[in-house]
């Protein structure tokens, strides 16, 4: 099992930037691939990027594309989630989660392990 833990939300101001990391504990890091969702309230869990095993694929929901950059540091047990040029659409709770499998996942099914959240708010 795997124990996944979110930091770096906060409140912004639109047009900011912050940058989300979720630290692993527990099993080999590097087996996993990782991704984030958002939850905003009243709505379902949304996929917002995904990241191999190796970080030579990436992936992300459109509606971030050109804002959001996902990386990984597999010698810190870490994934990153940049996020920049921030909308108040952006507003959410964001998780990651791993998957124990080569490839790379965009729905909350494929995922075996969730972090607890970490809270972003962009005012307007």
């Known amino acids: 099992q795997v124990q996944l833990v979110e930091s770096g939300g906060g409140l912004v101001q639109t047009g900011g930037s912050l940058r989300l990391s979720c630290t692993a504990s527990?099993?080999?890091?590097?087996?996993?691939?990782m991704g984030w969702f958002r939850q905003a309230p009243g709505k379902e869990r949304e996929f917002v990027a995904a990241?191999?095993?190796?970080?030579?694929?990436?992936y992300y929901t459109d509606s971030v594309k050109g804002r959001f950059t996902i990386s990984r540091d597999n010698a810190k047990n870490t994934v990153y989630l940049q996020m920049n040029s921030l909308k108040p659409e952006d507003t959410a709770v964001y998780y990651c989660?791993?998957?124990?499998?080569?490839?790379?996942?965009?729905?909350?099914?494929?995922?075996?392990?969730w972090g607890q959240g970490t809270q972003v708010t962009v005012s307007s």
């Open positions: 527990g099993r080999t890091f590097s087996n996993y691939a």
């Open positions: 990241v191999s095993r190796s970080d030579n694929l990436a």
């Open positions: 989660a791993a998957r124990q499998q080569l490839g790379i996942f965009t729905t909350t099914s494929k995922y075996e392990y």
